[in-house]
């Protein structure tokens, strides 16, 4: 039975059995102690002694808490690149405030969908992070609070990332090549350096991510199949890219450089240079070549056109690409007017 004692102007109700653990809360009206009385006997006779106690702890269990968890026992299951990208959004979710308040010191379950909107309200207002970093934030909150209900056995926890309105993406850049870009941008290159200016084609011709091409080896080159097997790539998936006759050529060169046969060396990096190193070789060629804002990610976007302009299946594009959706793929497409035009047209 529940004891209810008024306490000065307050109203104090508590309920103690044997084996589970003592239950008090204080409030305004006898009336409402009485109903919390009534719903929380309620809840002891159909729940165990440690179920209670379970329900306690979730209760104090606070975002700082699931953020520490979280990096300790989920963060080194994931992929490498996961592991290198994800402890740096959770120090920014163990830094962020509400109303002058430490985020982290806020219980889980209490992180629900109108306070997760303030907070994204924020960075909003601030203009402090783009939409797609807000949308990375929230995805690794989501993928916590996922692991939290299903593996921590916290299952009274609502998922907030679904209950809120998310920025929209911008549209996906659309800078391509264009009339002799190509040209001036490869005799640039070969000025800086021929390795630089092959990994441009390389680019060019696979569709492959900066990362993914420096972190080749030649081990990862199957010669007599014309494929490349990257095993970690940015979705965390594996995936095989086929070598064009041009992209293949330009492997042949770079072992030339080497100067090892093939078979050999199967640990050693294809390429010489490092990621800085080739960002500011990359940029000082664009410079000379007089061209303007060409990133080495927009070579991604021009070679992923041109296999759609080929008229290759869009899953066997995607296939090539590594892009997990259809929908990102197309953010990523950019057909020129020219194919558009050759599309409608009868050739003469």
Known sequence: MATIFQRGKYWRAQIRRKGYPTLTATFDTKLEAQQWAVQKEREIAEQSPERIRQRIRDRRFTLGDALHRYEREV??????????????????????????????????????GQVLSRIVGQWTAEERLSANTIRLRLALLSFLYNVARKEW??????????????PRLPRGRDRRLVGDEKERLLAACEKTNPELADIVRFAIETAMRQGEILGMTWGCIDWEAHTVFLENTKNGESRIVPLSEVAEAVLDRQRARQKHPKGRHHL?????????GMRASYNKALKKAGIEGL?????????????????LPIMTVQAITGHKSTQMLKRYTHISAQTLVEAVRTPK
């Open 75 to 112: 963060l080194p299951s994931k992929s490498e690149s996961a592991r290198k990208r994800e402890p740096s959004t959770l120090r920014l979710w163990r830094a962020e405030d509400l109303d002058g308040k430490p985020l982290a010191d806020l219980p889980l379950i209490e992180l629900d």
């Open 153 to 166: 056995g916290m299952t009274e926890l609502i998922n907030p990332v679904p209950l809120i309105r998310k």
């Open 268 to 276: 050693q990096p294809v390429w010489t240079y490092t990621r800085e």
């Open 295 to 311: 990133t080495f990610h927009d070579l991604r976007h021009e070679a992923t056109s041109r296999l759609v302009e080929k008229g």
